[in-house]
Nanobody, 121 residues
Framework: QVQLVESGGGSAQAGGSLKLSCAASGNGSSRCRMGWYRQAPGKEHELVSIFSSDGTTYADSVKGRFTISQSDTKNMVYLQMNSLRTEDTAVYFC????????????????WGQGTQVTVSS
């Protein structure tokens, strides 16, 4: 089992910055591929940024403004959010895509509880 705990959400003015953190713990958490998703009121769950097999992936709407990073031990993942916009208002979720033991290259997804980000104009 992998546990994820987000922190760092809150309120900001448009143009401001916030930094989200996600602490991962549990068996095998350092082998998980981490990422951030968000869900705004009345909207679908959407990808914000993830570590992918060839580096990092960002949603077009956050490119150049948000930066994902990870600690050397890979038990912490961060999302630095700059130049915030009102449309960035959402609940942000940390996600871990973790390999399962065995020969089939299966993975299991874990989610944090979410942290609210509110951007006002």
């Amino acid at each position: 089992q992998v546990q994820l705990v987000e922190s760092g959400g809150g309120s900001a003015q448009a143009g401001g910055s916030l930094k989200l953190s996600c602490a991962a713990s549990g068996n095998g958490s350092s082998r998980c591929r981490m990422g951030w998703y968000r869900q705004a009121p009345g909207k679908e769950h959407e990808l914000v940024s993830i570590f992918s097999s060839d580096g990092t992936t960002y949603a077009d709407s956050v490119k150049g403004r948000f930066t994902i990073s990870q600690s050397d031990t890979k038990n912490m993942v961060y999302l630095q959010m700059n130049s915030l916009r009102t449309e960035d208002t959402a609940v942000y979720f940390c996600r871990a895509d973790c390999p399962l033991p065995g020969p089939y290259m299966e993975t299991r997804l874990y989610w944090g509880q979410g942290t609210q980000v509110t951007v006002s104009s």
